[in-house]
């Protein structure tokens, strides 16, 4: 074991045994040719043997399928080379340009590769396997797929080789500088790093920090209307990225918006964890940082009950929450919304692809004494779940063609990332991805009671995302069988981040609801009795927010309260933290644990 990051985890293996016999069929001129094929096409039964070694034993392949892909595959070969330099670019946006147009010998690269892609593909698919091991398959495939696409490389892009010629090589000295920044950085630059700052052109709403922890600022916003409803509003957003996705711009803020809707915002700012919290635990962070901010915010509104919303793994830290208080008997939230969450974790998506048993325990093995898992470690991982979008793209605009990526908010925040403490990540893998317990009543103990999703009988709103690779949307639908209380499911257009961030200001998308209170076993099933809306999902969620508010109040004139005084202006210090200054942390600071009342 090398770091104790990669290493032990079965698939991983697989996939670095088969790789080294990719490399060797994607060698200049880029298929290898081989005996008993035509010059420039792979062989077949190379292929065949590496798929037969991903397993790490012999898969069975259903011979007759086999054979009609080969049948397939070379008919279509001899087509494609009987088209020689009248091949067209394929319909890719990789190939799009007019150099690949203009170029016989690139253009008949690109459809080439694209055939081998879809074979391989096929040949994937064919493998009679169980259903996790053919989508290791699935995903390992096309991670190669898209990792050895020519337009990745100087030797076969054509439009790389253009802007060279057309630049003088100066696009080639620039791409070098992109490179050395960006290993300097530690990752590929997706946005201008200096184009953006915390504080001064993303997350500006006005408010400031009411309270600190060892774990998380509370932020309270500035109203912005003359009168608020009664019972304050909290928004947990998730621990693995920082909260200001939700406060990006002050046309796209999520925050701003419920402030313009008259409600008394906090938010938890989540603390980059560093020395201080590597002894940190999934209990910890309930109890006191989840249920630490309700009461804090309760006493802060003067309300019995607040209402309250969970964003990704924070929906999930804050289901936990009202689990434990309804365990205890504690009533401290009027309602909830879920924002792609998952509590039941029956359908996680692609990211199943990582999760094992031996991945797990190497996981709790690594981190039994403490420690953080690198922020830069979980972006990476993110990233590579959709790696032409967020890897190759830049790797050919940065590198080969010496682009400087344009200034965009979002993927600036993609790329300021956040440590996680090693107990509180191994015990989520264990007991949510792998075992999946938190929607089985009384499996978990947490913060010492026994948690129960169906106690929580308050009113939920439950959204998810059309095209979710992380919470899919039939992972964030599952939440309705879990909870006690009523509900309202909406599904919105767009992917984990886009869809949930879409202003109501620019009418964008759409989302959908389905007849109230009906809620089928099968997501499939909701989809097809659902009615389609044009715009945000905001405008939908804010009436019935609204309805859970109570009367309206005046608008408070200070910030805080008299225990709880102003600290600092929002967005505070905690989010200015980058993960690998708190990742050094380490170097200096003994592993001591958090000082904790979870378990009270």
């Given at each position: ?46 292929l ?13 392949l ?37 150099a690949?147009?203009?170029n ?17 593909m096929r040949?994937?698919e064919a493998?009679?396997a169980?259903a ?25 892009n ?6 060279a ?30 184009a ?17 922890n ?18 304050p ?18 046309d ?17 700012s ?11 635990t999934?209990d ?20 019995d009950t ?31 919304t879920?924002?792609t ?39 990476t ?9 967020l ?13 400087t ?19 509180w ?10 075992q ?30 059309r095209e979710?690779h ?7 639908y ?10 309202r499911?909406v ?20 989302f959908?609801t ?19 809306h ?10 019935w927010i609204a ?23 929002a967005?505070?210090?905690?989010v ?9 942390t ?15």
């Amino acid at each position: 074991m090398a770091d104790g990051r990669t290493e032990g985890a079965p698939w991983l293996a697989w996939a670095r045994q088969a790789l080294q016999q990719w490399s060797q069929l994607t060698q200049p001129p880029w298929w290898t040719p081989a005996a008993g094929t035509a010059a420039g096409l792979p062989d077949l039964n190379a292929l065949t043997q590496m798929l037969r070694s991903l397993g790490g034993q012999p898969l069975q392949l259903d011979a007759a399928q086999w054979l009609q892909i080969q049948q397939d595959y070379m008919r279509e070969a001899a087509e494609l080379w009987q088209q020689g330099a009248q091949v067209q670019p394929p319909p890719d946006k990789r190939f799009a340009g007019e150099a690949w147009a203009r170029n016989p010998v690139a253009a008949f690269q690109a459809a080439l590769y694209l055939l081998n892609a879809r074979t391989l593909m096929r040949m994937a698919e064919a493998v009679q396997a169980d259903a996790k091991t053919k989508a290791r398959i699935r995903f390992a495939v096309q991670q190669w797929i898209d990792a050895t696409a020519p337009s990745n490389f100087l030797a076969f892009n054509a439009e790389a080789q253009q802007k060279a010629i057309e630049t003088r090589g100066e696009s080639l000295a620039r791409g070098v500088q992109n490179l050395l920044q960006d290993l300097q950085r530690g990752q590929v630059s997706m946005t201008d790093p200096d184009a953006f700052e915390v504080g001064r052109n993303v997350a500006t709403t006005e408010g400031q920090v009411v309270f600190e922890n060892a774990l998380f600022q509370l932020i309270e916003y500035k109203p912005l209307t003359a009168k608020v409803h009664e019972r304050p509003f909290l928004v947990v957003p998730p621990c693995i990225n920082k909260y200001y996705i939700l406060d990006l711009q002050p046309d796209n803020s999520f925050l701003r918006f419920a402030v313009e809707q008259g409600h008394r915002t906090f938010v938890i700012s989540w603390r980059n964890p560093d020395a201080t919290l590597a002894q940190a635990t999934w209990d910890d962070y309930i109890g006191d940082a989840v249920i630490r901010a309700i009461d804090v915010v309760r006493e802060i509104g003067k309300a019995d009950t607040i209402n309250a919303l969970g964003f990704c793994v924070g929906g999930t830290m804050l289901g936990t929450a009202l689990a434990v208080l309804a365990a205890r008997g504690q009533r401290k939230v009027e309602s909830v919304t879920f924002l792609t969450t998952l509590l039941d974790f029956t359908d996680t998506g692609v990211l199943d692809v990582f999760i094992d048993e031996a991945f797990v325990a190497l996981r709790e093995l690594q981190y039994a004494h403490g420690g953080l898992l690198p922020g830069r470690d979980l972006a990476t991982t993110f990233s590579f779940l959709r790696p032409n979008d967020l890897v190759w793209n830049y790797v050919v605009g940065n590198y080969l063609k010496g682009e400087t990526p344009p200034p965009f908010d979002l993927l600036y925040w993609n790329s300021d990332s956040t440590n996680l403490p090693g107990k509180w990540y191994a015990w989520y893998l264990r007991h949510t991805y792998l075992q999946n317990e938190l929607c089985q009543p009384g499996k978990l103990t947490v913060c010492g009671v026994p948690v129960d999703l169906g106690a929580i009988d308050i009113p939920a709103y439950v959204y998810g995302s059309r095209e979710d690779h992380i919470v899919p949307i039939g992972g964030a639908y599952a939440t309705t069988r879990h909870l006690g209380g009523p509900m309202r499911f909406v599904m919105g257009a767009s992917g984990h981040i886009a869809g949930v961030i879409n202003p109501a200001s620019k009418g964008k998308r759409s989302f959908w609801t389905g007849p109230e209170g009906h809620f089928p076993e099968s997501v499939d099933d909701w989809i097809a009795a659902a009615t389609e809306h044009k715009g945000s999902w905001w405008t939908d969620w804010a009436p019935w927010i609204a309805a859970h508010g109570g009367r309206q109040i005046p608008a408070p004139r200070s910030y805080g309260n008299r225990r709880y005084r102003p600290i600092e202006p929002a967005p505070g210090r905690y989010v200015r933290v980058k993960a690998d200054e708190a990742l050094a942390t380490l170097v200096t600071t003994p592993l001591t644990p958090v000082t904790s009342a979870a378990k009270g």
